[in-house]
């Protein structure tokens, strides 16, 4: 049996819970923006009469939005095999946090990065474990453990029955629980606090002591600005690394800010985002550091005159 009639505020209001979902299946804001906007676009092509068999759009929405990534992260490893560099998930600001720091503009309501949901699930550290699945175990994992939704509900996502997607929800847990616990907020901000003051007074010796001697930074240019092709290892060589471009970058600000909820370091010149960090921290010392510099994966942060 239909439904009597379809909201339109109905409908339109699943987009935030739509973005949501979708940047934690593919990790990027402008594809899970092209994703949903492809899933409302099916939607509205549908007649009227059709629309209204159907007895859950938000789980219709889902569904389809879930099919749309799956093909996406099909193609994703292709596409990232040619990405110049390594391939890092889109960093997202605290939107309130960033505009009264005044950092960055406004970007109106519509903005999907701000309907995204800061937590846990979008964690740098998170996002970067999450790559490591397949496509099926991250969209098995994502809608069951994140989004609480029923595996009788994925397995029309996947085109698979209940009990496999049980077994890749479970196969995926595994990965996510190699990953450590993380550190208090307030125990990484201050972490990330001595960082800045060691990287801005150009202090090797104390930027070592604040690194995990295996640490290891990634960086993400996107073939599009400067920066290391290959992750660099150990941390004295991070150091090293850190310092040189402090020397070859007068005039970077360095800020603390949230990066996906979490403490991180924003580098900016003239008010033009140029760098956004984000730590992994265990044991008061950095083990990973991310550094998104591609200017696309930066379009959040950017000050809008």
Same mark, same amino acid.
């Given at each position: 049996?239909?439904?009597?009639?379809?909201?339109?505020?109905?409908?339109?209001?699943?987009?935030?819970?739509?973005?949501?979902?979708?940047?934690?299946?593919?990790?990027?804001?402008?594809?899970?923006?092209?994703?949903?906007?492809?899933?409302?676009?099916?939607?509205?092509?549908?007649?009227?009469?059709?629309?209204?068999?159907?007895?859950?759009?938000? &789980?219709?929405?889902?569904?389809? /939005?879930?099919?749309? $990534?799956?093909? *996406?992260?099909? @193609? !994703? =490893?292709? #596409?990232?095999?040619?990405?110049?560099?390594?391939?890092?998930?889109?960093?997202?600001?605290?939107?309130?946090?960033?505009?009264?720091?005044?950092?960055?503009?406004?970007?109106?309501?519509?903005?999907?990065?701000?309907?995204?949901?800061?937590?846990?699930?979008?964690?740098?550290?998170?996002?970067?474990?999450?790559?490591?699945?397949?496509?099926?175990?991250?969209?098995?994992?994502?809608?069951?453990?994140?989004?609480?939704?029923?595996?009788?509900?994925? &397995?029309?996502?996947?085109?698979? /029955?209940?009990?496999? $997607?049980?077994? *890749?929800?479970? @196969? !995926? =847990?595994? #990965?996510?629980?190699?990953?450590?616990?993380?550190?208090?907020?307030?125990?990484?901000?201050?972490?990330?606090?001595?960082?800045?003051?060691?990287?801005?007074?150009?202090?090797?010796?104390?930027?070592?002591?604040?690194?995990?001697?295996?640490?290891?930074?990634?960086?993400?240019?996107?073939?599009?600005?400067?920066?290391?092709?290959?992750?660099?290892?150990?941390?004295?060589?991070?150091?090293?690394?850190?310092?040189?471009?402090?020397?070859?970058?007068?005039?970077?600000?360095?800020?603390?800010?949230?990066?996906?909820?979490?403490?991180?370091?924003?580098?900016? =010149?003239?008010?033009?985002?140029?760098?956004?960090?984000?730590?992994?921290?265990?044991?008061?010392?950095?083990?990973?550091?991310?550094?998104?510099?591609?200017?696309?994966?930066?379009?959040?942060?950017?000050?809008?005159?």
């Amino acid at each position: 049996m239909g439904t009597v009639g379809v909201s339109t505020d109905e409908v339109a209001g699943e987009r935030r819970q739509l973005i949501n979902v979708a940047y934690r299946l593919l990790g990027s804001v402008t594809e899970a923006e092209d994703a949903v906007q492809d899933a409302y676009a099916r939607w509205y092509g549908m007649t009227r009469s059709r629309q209204e068999e159907i007895l859950s759009p938000g &789980a219709w929405l889902t569904t389809v /939005t879930g099919r749309i $990534c799956l093909d *996406l992260l099909g @193609s !994703a =490893r292709a #596409r990232r095999e040619r990405y110049v560099g390594a391939w890092l998930p889109e960093p997202l600001p605290d939107r309130t946090e960033w505009d009264h720091a005044g950092g960055a503009g406004t970007t109106g309501p519509a903005d999907p990065a701000d309907q995204i949901v800061l937590d846990e699930s979008v964690s740098m550290a998170f996002l970067v474990v999450l790559e490591s699945m397949t496509p099926a175990e991250r969209v098995a994992f994502v809608l069951h453990d994140v989004f609480r939704y029923p595996f009788a509900e994925i &397995a029309d996502v996947l085109g698979r /029955t209940p009990a496999a $997607c049980k077994q *890749l929800a479970a @196969s !995926a =847990r595994r #990965r996510v629980s190699v990953a450590r616990a993380p550190v208090t907020a307030t125990g990484q901000a201050d972490v990330v606090k001595h960082v800045k003051e060691a990287w801005e007074t150009k202090d090797i010796a104390a930027l070592v002591g604040l690194l995990d001697p295996a640490a290891v930074m990634t960086a993400d240019g996107g073939g599009m600005v400067g920066t290391v092709l290959r992750p660099v290892e150990g941390g004295a060589r991070i150091a090293q690394y850190m310092v040189a471009i402090a020397d070859k970058a007068p005039g970077l600000e360095l800020l603390e800010r949230s990066v996906n909820g979490a403490p991180g370091l924003v580098a900016q =010149r003239a008010s033009v985002v140029m760098t956004v960090a984000s730590f992994d921290v265990s044991d008061r010392r950095v083990k990973r550091i991310w550094a998104i510099r591609n200017p696309e994966k930066l379009r959040p942060w950017a000050r809008e005159d």
